[in-house]
């Protein structure tokens, strides 16, 4: 999933929580779910910005040169503007895209 094409709200969203636990039948199970996918997203969306903001790094250790980077002023405000990780990780959780398989309970069932 393309965290840049999210229809995730960009602030918190009240939600039904009797709702979210329907496909686990665990509200915490649940949770860990929705969290490990937010760390996922986070790193994915914290490479890239590194990845971005690296092509204007500068090498230099002078003190004066302190200057703006319209660049990376602008790159920084993109991000700033993405939904975070977490309300990401819900929207996808909501429409079904996560896959998780919870080896306890399967071998439970054998």
Known sequence: MDYRKSKAPASTVSR??????ENTGN????V???SKRANQVSSEMKYDLDKKLQEFASFNDNLEEVFENR???EISRYYEKLPKSTLIATKEFEDGEIYWKNPVKKELSE
């Open 16 to 21: 039904d929580m009797m709702r979210m636990w």
């Open 27 to 30: 509200i915490y199970e649940t």
């Open 32 to 34: 860990v779910i929705i």
């Open 71 to 73: 660049e990376q002023i």
